[in-house]
């Protein structure tokens, strides 16, 4: 771990390690500034974009990277997991699949992932346990509507954060599983959290995620696995045996002893669905599962709240030639690996972070453009304050041993099985405000402010539609009513708006509604012309379905999987008082 101050503005204990001798310097334009996991697929560093935002970029493993079934499978799951938009999820930003090694870049945000919350601070709260589990739901419900299952659910896999909990890592492992299984006759996941068609090498589908979830709440509630003590492999062995010997959960508590047993039934087809199980955590815990306030225990709050305030300052100004000479001269970061006080990479901009800050700058080529062939723009996907997506790693059981992978945090650098997180982060030095102050004569509340809320291709000739008051975008299929638009890539893609939007000339509710009510777009822009009408920096304004104001101000717009454009907004939600 850096002893010495940290790298690029952020402190030391959510950095990570230094870069080894072997590390590269810089991938596609995106100089790395520090090595904060490694794993079964690759390795993770730090870096940050041009507009001085953190990322986690993972670079894939050479013998992943050197076969081309693998890249075939890498670009399809990678393509798959930028598709989902939800909250509670953090997602892949950027990837590159044709260079020398493959990687992919995930935004970062200081949290806590679960185990290692688990370990400092010991089992959470029954309203906490109840919180993480249906918000975990939520998140599950939006990977599974992308076509995903995430085969590798762990407390590693699920982070922390003032505004609630994250699930990092899904998909990507099963572009891994060919190769491994070729190379070394194991499976993808980790053996103590799999479920027991997983452990038994049988196909796995959503209903494995929620078997995981259900051993993840009964850790994060007691400390103790719900199959016993034992290593990793007899607890896989144990899981395997489930439909003969069911594990015993008298001892847990009585409001949670009933969704353990729906989520740790033997046949697939009898778990708990993931919609029915967040609004079955929501009537237990007597809250809505998007109130956060004062959801964690005070330590472990306060614990967060100091990542977050690491995180967020600002990075130092980009050194001059003559700066540079002096940290070479002194040794700062030299050709041995080692590594000071790091100025911010030469980047693309990432315009997305998960919390409340200026909107960055827009999308500007990395120095290293030549090199990134074929790499897709950076989008963002909907997450919310202070994640830490740790790109997680995979635990082979052919390599036994339990959960020995390091993995991608934010903390401590000392890499456990369940993985650190590299999530998203935003660049102002001012940490958002979850609860914002009442406007004074609007008549409106906020709800929430700044939200990351992603608007992206469907691609693949779908449908999908945004209903901005829970705030969740549905996939193509589902039954829904109450949303406020409707992204289309049918006939040459367009949006449609089925409620009256406008653009507002400043960021209040006063000037929100009355953008909403005055300057009203059409209700339909084609795919070819949404970037002219709806340029970055549009603060666009409706009244919700429900009679909620809804602001979205657009942040960043990049190419998408189909003739849509991605467009990277931030969201606000007024609600009438």
């Known amino acids: 771990m850096i002893k010495d101050g940290g790298v690029g503005g952020m402190a030391a204990d959510v950095v990570g390690e230094r870069l080894r001798d072997e590390d590269p310097r810089e991938i596609a334009g995106y100089r790395l500034l520090a090595r904060i996991g490694e794993g079964g697929m690759g390795t993770v560093y730090l870096s940050r974009t041009r507009g001085g935002q953190p990322v986690a970029l993972k670079v894939i493993r050479r013998d992943f990277g050197g076969d081309p079934g693998f890249r075939r499978r890498f670009e399809q799951e990678v393509q798959a997991a930028r598709r989902v938009q939800g909250y509670h999820v953090v997602p892949v930003v950027d990837h590159d699949t044709t260079g020398e090694r493959p990687w992919l870049a995930s935004a970062f945000i200081p949290g806590l992932p679960l185990h290692e919350a688990l370990t400092a601070h010991g089992p959470l709260p029954l309203p906490a346990v109840l919180k993480l589990v249906g918000c975990t739901a939520r998140a599950l419900t939006a990977i599974h509507s992308a076509g995903i299952v995430h085969r590798d659910l762990k407390p590693s896999n699920i982070l922390l954060s003032s505004q609630g909990p994250y699930v990092i890592d899904f998909g990507i492992a099963r572009a891994a599983d060919a190769t491994q299984l070729t190379v070394s006759g194991g499976v993808i996941g980790t053996p103590q ?10 196909p796995v589908g959503p209903a494995t995620d929620v078997f995981s979830l259900g051993l993840i709440a009964a850790v994060a509630a007691t400390g103790r696995h719900p199959y016993g003590d034992g290593g990793a492999l007899t607890l896989a062995a144990q899981i395997a045996n489930t439909a003969v010997r069911p594990p015993r959960l008298d001892s ?22 993931t919609e029915e199980l967040a609004a079955l955590c929501e009537r237990a815990a007597g809250r809505p599962l998007n109130d956060f306030t004062g959801w964690l225990p005070e330590p472990l709050a306060t614990d967060l709240a100091a990542r977050e305030r690491a995180a967020l300052a600002p990075p130092p100004p980009e050194p001059t030639v003559a700066d540079l000479g002096a940290q070479g001269s002194q040794g700062a970061q030299g050709s041995q690996g080692t590594q000071g006080p790091t100025p911010p990479p030469h980047g693309p901009t ?22 990134r062939r074929g790499r897709t723009g950076l989008v963002v996907a909907g997450a919310a304050v202070a994640v830490v997506l740790a790109v997680g790693v995979t635990w082979t059981l052919a390599r036994a041993g339990g959960d020995s992978d390091r993995t991608q945090g934010q903390g401590q650098g000392q890499g456990q099985g369940d993985g650190k997180q590299s999530v998203q982060p935003t660049h102002s030095a001012t940490p958002p405000s979850p609860d914002p102050t009442p406007s004074d004569d609007s008549g409106f509340t906020p709800v929430f402010a700044d939200r990351t ?14 209903d901005l008051d829970i705030p969740q975008v549905h996939g193509e299929g589902e039954i829904t009513s109450g949303n406020e638009i409707e992204l289309s890539d049918v006939s ?16 209040t509710p006063e000037q929100c509604l009355e953008g909403a009510q005055g300057d009203v777009l059409p209700t339909e822009i084609e795919a070819k012309d949404l970037r002219t009408v709806i340029p970055v920096g549009t603060v666009l304004c409706t009244q919700t379905d429900e009679g909620n104001l809804a602001m979205l101000k657009v942040t960043d717009i990049t190419t998408g999987a189909g003739d849509l454009p991605d467009y990277a907004t931030k969201l606000t939600l007024f609600k009438k008082r």
Do not use: N
């Open 193 to 202: 959290f799999m479920s027991p068609e997983h452990a038994l090498g049988e």
């Open 252 to 273: 847990y508590d009585d409001h949670l002893r009933p969704l353990l047993e729906r989520c740790l039934a033997a046949d697939p087809a009898q778990r708990i669905g």
């Open 350 to 371: 990432f315009a997305g972070a998960p919390t409340v800050a200026p909107p960055p700058p827009t999308y500007a080529p990395p120095a290293a453009a030549g090199a």
């Open 453 to 466: 809320f992603a608007l992206r291709s469907p691609g693949r000739v779908a449908v999908v539609e945004a």
């Open 492 to 507: 040459d893609g367009r949006w449609e708006f089925k409620t009256p939007w406008g653009k507002s000339a400043g960021t």
